[in-house]
Each structure stands twice: as structure tokens, then as C-alpha cells.
């Protein structure tokens, strides 16, 4: 009876959580301020390729919220990380304090006037860096154009061309650091940081977090390399997690990861399974995304239609009453990671601190030293 009542209680605070539009505490942009490069934004892409005949399936169709989940444990949340990071990876907070002490805040700076302009670019900062860190590491080899040695690097992948955007606010951001203190940041800092500093403000400062910086440049950027190591949309539980584990993250981390789906857009080919009769999709989601993807090409559609433009908790409550769009988040309806879904929603703060712990986690896949990287001096190019 102590368990159900736990249950009740957590249900009915289900219910009273309210969440609310984009109200940045930081001050608005400045008067004048250009509108976003028009080069940014999304065309139709090529799709994923479609899900094996072996597709997990679907949750059970009850829209009610789990109710037979164990009651929670004593041990409360993880904190926001704020130690050093493992000697061995060479990254620490304040890498650049003394080299060059202007870094972070002009990222910041940069990243600020274009989530203000355009919340979906800050939004693609925050995937730019995940899409970094899941191939090759975080080595900003995700940036790297194509040259005559290398036709397809990493930016041209499926999951990444052309819907992978931010790439001139990294740009500017990395100009403007040259000018101050000539080679000695890595792109690969600029991307951490400006994943950051997006999550900061498409937050409202409810994301906030040191991170540690040290990272060096990679060679090596291979398109082959991305479907194999991202995540699909169309992944079911047990792909997700050995996609993360692969890189050193955990279910936790998966779950609290996923939850930057609560910003930003996606092409309909991206969940093109979901809209089928069998999907255990909302059925007037299911209606609505239908009418929206029935138009000639790959059209775009929020990923979280509630509030499509603050990076907030609300992602977990509509995975809980199947209001999501891939079938990687209809996975986290299972018996496995139901619960840390349900405690995100029910818990204030709790996923914005598991959040900020799981980026500087992520952060420190696969980092290059000066042994096999390098400081780019542009980020497009190798040196």
C-alpha cells in the first residue's frame, strides 16, 4: 500500500507540473542584430535508410503512464558535475584561463546572439557537438569540408547532410578566438562550449555547468563512419543502449541524453515508421504529423510541439503519453527506463542536473592529445 500511495502521489504531481515558453533570464540580443544566414537553413535530406523487417514492437497501446514501476530510491539524483576531469583524458576546467582567457566568453558571446535570432540553430549546436563526440570522438572532425584527399567526410553523412546545422556560428566563434590568441584553442573546445552555452539559453540558465576543455583536433572525418556509430531515430531499446555503451555512456546517460529532443526539428523521413496503422503513436499526433508530412519533398516538423522551443522536461512527459516522434523514444516507455522517464517529469531540476553532468561526460569520448591531433588553425580544414 506504501508503494501504491508513493505512485498516487507522483501521478497527481504528474498532473500539476506546468511548463512554460523560452523566458532566457540573460538580456535580449542588442538592437540591429542580423537575421539568421539564410545558407542555414534546412533542405530536404536523404532519409535514413527504413527499419529492418525485425523492428521492435510497439509499447502497449494504454495512454496512462506506467503505474507498476518500484517506489523511488533513498539515493537522490546525481549532482551537476563540477570536479576535474580524469587526469588521463587531459581535460580541466579553465584550460585556456592563463593561454588565453577570452576563449569561453566569446563562445558564449557568438552563441547567445544566434540563439536569440534562431532557437532552432542553438538547438544544432547541441547536436553538432552529440554528432561529434559519436564519431571519431570529440575531435570537431565533424567540421572538416570535403577536399580532393577526402570527398565525404563526416558532414556529409546521412545523418548529418543537410540537416546538421551551427557550422558558421563555430566559424565565427573560432575567427574571432584566432584574433585574440592565435592558435591555441581546439575546434573541438569551441564545439563543447558552444554546446554549452546553447544549453544555457534555449534553458533559460535552468543548464548550467563548467566545461572542461583540453580537447585536440582530429584527421580523420569519414561519412561511412556515421550510420554505424549515431543512434537511428528508428532504433529500438537494446540498439540504444549499445550505442552509448559503445562510447563509454550508460542507459542513464542514453536517457538523460535523449532528452535534447525536446528542441529542434526533424525531417518526416525520420519517422516515417511511426505514422503507420500499428504505431503506438498519439492518434491525433499521428493525424496531425500525417497531414504535415504529405507535402512533395522531406518537410520538417517540431520534435516537441508543446514547447518546440525551450530545452525543458516537457520531452519526458510526452514520451509517457506517447506524444514523441522516433521510435528511439518510444523506447524509453520500457520497464527498463520508464521510471527515470517518469521521475524526470515528476522531479524539479532533476533531468536539467543530469543533463549538464551527462554533456561533460559525453565530452570526454574518444578526446585527442597532441600525440595524434593538432590545433586547427581553420576548422574546415586540416592544417
Known amino acids: 500500500m506504501a508503494k501504491l500511495a508513493v505512485v498516487v502521489t507522483l501521478l497527481a504531481l504528474v498532473g500539476s ?12 540580443p542588442p538592437p540591429g542584430l542580423s537575421p539568421p544566414n539564410p545558407s542555414l537553413s534546412l533542405s530536404p535530406s536523404t532519409p535514413y ?14 495512454r496512462s503512464p506506467p503505474t507498476t514501476y518500484p517506489s523511488p530510491t533513498l539515493t537522490p539524483p546525481s549532482p551537476a558535475w563540477s570536479g576535474p576531469s580524469p587526469p588521463a583524458l587531459g581535460l580541466r576546467i579553465g584550460y585556456y584561463k592563463t593561454t588565453c582567457p577570452k576563449a569561453e566568453q566569446i563562445v558564449k558571446d557568438t552563441v547567445k546572439n544566434v540563439v536569440y535570432a534562431n532557437a532552432g540553430i542553438g538547438a544544432g549546436l547541441i547536436r553538432l ?10 575531435d570537431a572532425s565533424v567540421l572538416l569540408d570535403p577536399t580532393p584527399a577526402n570527398s565525404q567526410p563526416e ?30 584553442v581546439s575546434c573541438a573546445d569551441v564545439v563543447a562550449f558552444a554546446g554549452r552555452d546553447a544549453a544555457y539559453y534555449l534553458s533559460g540558465a535552468g543548464i548550467d555547468f563548467a566545461m572542461p576543455a583540453g580537447r585536440y583536433d582530429g584527421r580523420v572525418s569519414l561519412a561511412s563512419e556515421t550510420l554505424s556509430n549515431l543512434p537511428s531515430p528508428f532504433a529500438g531499446l537494446g540498439q540504444l543502449k549499445k550505442s552509448f555503451a559503445d562510447k563509454g555512456l550508460d542507459t542513464d546517460d542514453m536517457v538523460t541524453l535523449s532528452g535534447a529532443h525536446s528542441i529542434g526539428v526533424s525531417h518526416c523521413s525520420s519517422f516515417s515508421d511511426r505514422l503507420s496503422t500499428t504505431s503506438d503513436m498519439d ?32 520531452y519526458y512527459r510526452n514520451v ?11 523506447a524509453l516507455r520500457s520497464s527498463e527506463t520508464g521510471f527515470d522517464v517518469f521521475l524526470n517529469v515528476v522531479v524539479p531540476g532533476r533531468w536539467e542536473k543530469k543533463f549538464a553532468a551527462a554533456m561533460v561526460k559525453m565530452g570526454g569520448v574518444g578526446v585527442k592529445t597532441s600525440a595524434n591531433g593538432e590545433i586547427r588553425t581553420n576548422c574546415r580544414v586540416v592544417n
Open 129 to 138: 557537438f552529440f554528432h561529434d563526440c559519436f564519431v571519431e570522438g570529440c
Open 17 to 28: 507540473v506546468t511548463c512554460q515558453g523560452y523566458t532566457g533570464n540573460a538580456s535580449p
Open 155 to 184: 558532414k556529409l553523412g546521412i545523418p548529418n547532410f543537410p540537416s546538421l546545422r551551427g557550422f558558421e556560428v563555430i566559424d565565427a566563434a573560432k575567427a574571432a578566438i584566432e584574433k585574440e590568441c592565435p592558435g591555441v
Open 283 to 314: 492518434a491525433a499526433l499521428k493525424t496531425s504529423l500525417t497531414r504535415a508530412c504529405s507535402s512533395s519533398g522531406d518537410p520538417t516538423v517540431a520534435q516537441d510541439f508543446k514547447t518546440p522551443s525551450k530545452l525543458d522536461s516537457q
Open 320 to 330: 509517457l503519453s506517447r506524444d514523441v516522434l522516433f521510435t528511439s523514444d518510444a
Open 49 to 62: 535508410p527504413p527499419p529492418s523487417p525485425t523492428h521492435p514492437s510497439p509499447a502497449p497501446s494504454s
